[in-house]
């Protein structure tokens, strides 16, 4: 009894933070959002989906006909699920830390700005020009004009409750 | 590769993160800011029960008589005599810009530096300044046309005319100087430089938004004939301007008036410069402004086919003429005459004004009320199709929704939102915007902490203004008074007492900054965490405390109409009456020696009067967190005395003056207007448009 008491709670919090972040974005208040709002909003959950996985979802998020929007009730059901699920797990400080050096070829303790923008612009799912500069101006450190990893790492992570 | 994956994956819910935390802040603003128009309504819901139920008593019938007291007997001749600048005198030590008439490019010049040094203009100046502006206007149309036509029979327009879209004061410390600038350029180039008449000149609203305040401030012995010089100048200046008459903004009566779903409630307008709405009822609470014209709540840089609306401010003000009559309140001789008149013809435009006043356009189809402003209706693509055909126009422009890129198309790029001031909320708010008859550009611009943190004092001003509210909502979930809540009750019992629409699930992790284990939250310290520092004050009667927290900025507009003689003082009498006839109208109990307690309490002078200024200052909330540059006023705070980040905007403006191309469009924070009429007058002299 006192279980399944639980388990509707903790549907109904999920469900109120997935209005929550919907409401954020749902500029006129009828419960629709752009398109280009969904990635955002699965991120700001606590979700950590691949470009890949994104396209995935928007496909099955948007009308037969696309609008450009997405309805709640259609957002919603599909959303739920991912976080009960607790797909697209969050990324544990350690492996990205491993990332970065794995980038770093020369095992520097640093990586120069052009490095960072090689591999991100060119690999993986790449960064668009406005993607690297956002993170090159958090990333480079002012004086040095290199991105000192680790610290970067430590920084982004430390975070207010999710 | 997959490390460049797992790298970009997280950046990008960083990012997105950082994205929800903005648009937050934003959202934040947005509600508070809603809620200040609420609140605005409320005032002139007050305004209107005053006209309803005070009593033949002679002190109250004095007092709301006063409040509303026709002093506009004179003609304007003679006012012309009381405006009279000629006996003042310029000391030597005035070291500030000195005028001569008619103005000359170096004179203006001149002054815009000296503001730029923080001079101030002496008031003799100011008020020649003013009354030459006052002819001028006086003598123009209130539809001013524009044409940015090359070829003409007689004279060659200027191929760069400049249409300035209202809305000048309000904001920032330095209105009076922003104005005097204007309106010399306005003198030295009448056919090149267009005024239009914003939301904000217009004195009633002027009192609430702190420009009376700055003009009486700054103008200690000449402030009220200034003041009353400014009221005249605003009622006589243009509407709109129609340029090329292909670019307008047109209004949409028809389509609205069918979708009306809520009579009583839709579209008072909130900085009551007119209006009315449909219910007869309602139509009392008219703005008190003499002779404003039916002045749209948004700035509409470029009007409409709606010629026919000139003189309707006129008519407000018979209309107001005809109500106190008929409340027995004092009158002039002729109102009767225009009255009956009057009443028809302006239902229906005031109607229309208002629609427009609190519409904004929305992606579907059809129309349907505003419920998030309180007035008017969200309006579809399919209106505007309809309605900008119907008049043959090629572009609606419109604004008064605050657009963090500063502008957007909407409609099929038939309708564009301009918003032009930046940083609207806080540093980083939002981007400015110009507009020229093409592209349009936007400066880039992004300071996420501290908007966000602006935005959230502002909203811990507001729960503590609420606490005993929420107080008694919290024990609702505490029956048993353990001091403990869930922060899930925490979430519904805010949402359910600020009525805020905010994310609340999303900001409770920053607003509840230490919750204890299993959940569960101290409320009470909670509130002391919200460091919001009281005044330091003997008043023990929280409900009173929060009536003045809750209402602080309305208070101060009620005060500023007592006091009509601008004297900044207001007495125990009239105080004491307008604090009784607020707690009955809001139905609230404040006894008799609460309000005497309360007047004592702040007559620090012991002269038996009240210093409006040092009232409210005395009640104002601050939060404690120390971040000097970020002083909110009120806890309607909007107004940050943040630094504006003058280097990177600046930048910006030459960039725009670079590529200037026909006709501008300009905001009004103080220092771009500065920056921005400097480069203005050097791209004028240079292009040889002068006079």
């Not at chain 2, 056919?191 to 914003?198: S, Y």
């Not at chain 2, 700054?218 to 292909?246: E, N, R, W």
């Not at chain 2, 119907?390 to 502008?407: A, D, M, T």
Request: net charge negative.
């Amino acid at each position: 009894m006192a279980d399944k008491y639980n388990a509707e709670t903790i549907i109904t919090e999920t469900q109120k933070r997935i209005s929550n972040a919907f409401d954020v974005f749902d500029h006129e208040s009828n419960k629709t959002v752009d398109v280009r709002e969904i990635g955002t909003i699965i991120r700001s959950l606590g979700c950590f989906p691949s470009e890949a996985e994104l396209h995935d979802i928007i496909a099955e998020l948007e009308e037969e006909e696309p609008t450009g929007f997405v309805r709640y009730e259609k957002f919603l059901p599909t959303m739920t699920k991912i976080l009960l699920e607790r797909k697209f797990r969050p990324i544990p400080e350690d492996l990205l830390l491993q990332a970065f050096e794995v980038l770093d070829q020369q095992k520097k303790g640093h990586l120069e700005p052009e490095e960072l923008t090689k591999y991100l612009t060119q690999e993986g799912e790449p960064f668009t020009q406005e993607e690297m500069d956002e993170m090159l101006s958090a990333a480079v450190d002012p004086d040095k004009n290199v991105i000192l990893y680790k610290d970067f790492v430590s920084m982004m992570t430390f975070d207010d409750n999710q | 590769m997959r490390a460049a994956l797992l790298i970009q994956r997280w950046y990008r819910q960083y990012a997105a993160r950082l994205e929800m935390r903005r648009r937050c802040s934003w959202n934040i603003f947005q509600s508070i800011e809603y809620s200040g128009q609420q609140d605005h309504i409320k005032l002139y819901n007050f305004f209107g029960y005053l006209m309803d139920h005070f009593t033949s008593a002679s002190s109250q019938r004095n007092l709301v008589s006063q409040m509303f007291r026709e002093s506009d007997a004179f003609q304007d001749v003679e006012w012309e005599k009381q405006f009279c600048y000629k006996d003042i005198e310029v000391p030597d030590a005035y070291a500030g810009p000195h005028l001569s008439f008619p103005l000359t490019i170096s004179n203006v010049t001149e002054l815009v530096d000296a503001f730029k040094n923080k001079q101030k203009l002496h008031a003799r100046y100011v008020l020649q300044l003013l009354g030459k502006t006052w002819t001028l206007l006086r003598l123009m149309p209130n539809i001013s046309h524009v044409c940015t036509c090359k070829h003409k029979e007689i004279t060659i327009c200027a191929e760069t005319p400049y249409v300035f879209n209202g809305d000048f004061v309000d904001r920032g410390k330095e209105s009076m100087e922003i104005l005097l600038v204007l309106f010399a350029f306005l003198l030295l180039y009448p056919h090149d430089v267009h005024l239009n008449r914003g939301n904000h000149e217009d004195h009633i609203v002027n009192l609430r938004y702190g420009f009376t305040k700055e003009v009486l401030g700054k103008y200690q012995v000449h402030g009220k004939m200034i003041l009353k010089l400014l009221q005249k100048i605003f009622s006589c200046l243009p509407l709109a301007t129609v340029i090329d008459q292909k670019f307008v903004s047109a209004l949409r009566p028809l389509k609205r008036r069918e979708a009306s779903a809520r009579p009583k409630e839709a579209a008072l307008d909130p900085d009551g410069d007119d209006d009315d709405d449909f219910s007869t009822g309602r139509r009392r609470v008219q703005s008190l402004t003499h002779g404003t014209p039916v002045r749209p709540r948004q700035e509409l840089p470029r009007h409409s086919v709606h010629s026919g609306s000139g003189r309707t401010g006129r008519s407000v003000d018979e209309e107001l003429r005809e109500r106190r009559r008929l409340a027995g309140l004092s009158l002039s001789s002729d109102s009767e005459l225009y009255s009956a008149e009057v009443q028809e013809t302006d239902a229906d435009e005031w109607k229309q004004i208002v629609d427009v006043l609190w519409s904004d356009p929305m992606s579907q189809n059809g129309c349907v009320p505003n419920e998030v402003r309180g007035g008017g209706c969200y309006w579809g693509p399919d209106v505007t199709q309809e309605v900008l055909d119907r008049h043959k126009l090629k572009l609606l422009i419109r604004s008064h929704e605050c657009k963090q890129e500063g502008y957007e198309f909407c409609h099929n790029g038939r309708v564009l939102t301009i918003f032009s001031a930046s940083n609207y909320y806080d540093v980083g708010s939002n981007r400015g915007a110009y507009i020229r008859l093409g592209p349009d550009l936007i400066p880039h611009f992004k300071h996420v902490g501290r908007t966000e943190r602006s935005a959230l004092q502002a909203l811990r001003l507001q729960l503590f203004a609420h606490k005993s509210a929420l107080i008694r909502e919290f024990q609702e979930y505490d029956p048993q008074c353990t001091g403990l809540i869930s922060l899930k009750h925490w979430t519904v019992a805010v949402e359910k007492v600020l009525r805020l629409s905010l994310p609340w699930r999303v900001l409770r992790a920053q607003l509840v900054t230490s919750s204890s284990r299993d959940g569960m939250l101290n409320y009470h310290d909670w509130f002391n965490q919200l460091s919001v520092i009281q005044p330091n004050t003997e008043i023990a009667n929280a409900s009173l405390l929060e009536t003045l927290y809750k209402h602080h900025s309305n208070l101060e507009s009620i005060f500023r109409m007592i006091d009509t003689d601008h004297s900044g003082l207001i007495s125990f009498e009239e105080f004491h009456q307008t604090w009784k006839l607020l707690s009955s109208h809001l139905q609230t109990d404040i006894s008799d020696k609460a309000i005497a307690d309360l007047a004592e309490s702040i007559d620090f002078n012991k002269d038996g009067s009240i210093d409006i200024n040092e009232f409210m200052e005395a009640f104002r909330l601050r939060t404690g967190s120390v971040h000097v540059q970020d002083v909110t006023d009120g806890v309607n705070g909007r107004r940050s005395s943040a630094e504006f980040a003058a280097a990177p905007v600046n930048a910006v403006v030459k960039s725009v003056f670079d590529r200037l191309d026909v006709v501008q469009i300009v905001f009004n924070d103080a220092d771009q207007v500065t920056q921005t009429l400097l480069l203005m007058l050097q791209m004028l002299k240079t292009e040889g448009s002068g006079q």
